[in-house]
């Protein structure tokens, strides 16, 4: 019986042969990633808790991701937070701006296509709490790349922290060239309307963007990811 098998056994997880795989997933979850990533919602908000946390928090990994996107990031993890999580951690002074340090930055775990395409499926059931995310609230419509570029960079401030292409724009938020490809529409629209409904401490501003910008902002870092893609 291999490892996997004995720990999500060990956690009464098996219920049967049709459940083993959801098994393996959250029993790799458990063994592996709860060091560094919350995938229950953490009782403590406090800036202490966002500062000393390892890793991104996953407890509502599935109204965020898209599990391809999942499946392939977890055999082959590429930077997604220039400089890291937390990014003060990693900047330090340089002489005409700050830099990230990369050194103190290790390389993220990889796992293998079976264990990968388990714990994907794991992450996809993490999807509390639901109401995080309104359903439908991204109407999917095209939107002008030259128009959403300038919302994006100049007129609302995004680029400030946030990279449309790899090199551009600041570091100190997730890159979102590749969003496209791994963020869900409706986590995206309700992430960007009300950052602070996924941690009260994050440092991304709420803007109190009105509906059109919220529906051509989403719709830009879609296409985005679509345009890397190629
Ligand atoms: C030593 C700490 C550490 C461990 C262990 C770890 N991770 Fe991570 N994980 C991180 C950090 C740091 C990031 C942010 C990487 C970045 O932004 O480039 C991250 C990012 C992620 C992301 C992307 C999250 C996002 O919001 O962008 C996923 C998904 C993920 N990890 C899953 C896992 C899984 C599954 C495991 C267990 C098999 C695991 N991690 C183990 C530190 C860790
Ligand atoms: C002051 C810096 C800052 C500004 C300005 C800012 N953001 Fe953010 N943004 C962040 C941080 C920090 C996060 C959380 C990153 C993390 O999960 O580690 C974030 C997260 C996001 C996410 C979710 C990314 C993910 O992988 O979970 C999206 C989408 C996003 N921002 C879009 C925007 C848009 C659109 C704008 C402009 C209207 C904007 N941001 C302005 C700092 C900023």
């Known amino acids: 019986m291999n490892r996997h098998l004995l720990a999500a056994l060990g956690l ?45 928090d996953l407890y509502y990994a599935g109204i965020k991701f898209n599990k391809p996107w999942l499946e392939k990031w977890l055999q082959n993890p590429v930077r997604i937070r220039p400089a890291g999580e937390l990014y003060a951690r990693h900047v330090k002074a340089g002489d005409k701006e700050d830099v990230v340090d990369e050194s103190g930055m290790a390389s993220h775990p990889k796992l293998s296509k079976a264990d990968a395409e388990a714990v994907a499926k794991a992450l996809m059931a993490l999807v509390a709490p639901a109401e995080l995310v309104s359903k439908g609230a991204f109407k999917g419509e095209k939107v002008s790349m030259a128009m959403g570029g300038m919302f994006f960079g100049k007129l609302r401030g995004c680029g400030a922290c946030h990279m449309a292409k790899p090199g551009f724009g600041g570091a100190s938020g997730a890159e979102l060239y590749t969003a496209g490809e791994r963020l869900q529409g409706d986590y995206i629209y309700s992430y960007i309307k009300n950052p602070q409904q996924f941690d009260p401490r994050i440092w991304m501003p709420t803007l109190n963007l009105a509906e059109p910008d919220l529906q051509r902002l989403t719709g830009y870092i879609l296409q985005l990811g679509a345009t890397e893609a190629k």
């Open 12 to 56: 009464g997880l098996i219920a049967g042969p049709a459940l083993a795989a959801d098994g393996i997933g959250a029993g790799l979850l458990k063994s592996q990633c709860i060091g560094c990533h919350a995938i229950a919602k953490p009782e403590s908000t406090s800036l202490d808790r966002l500062w000393e946390r390892k890793g991104p």
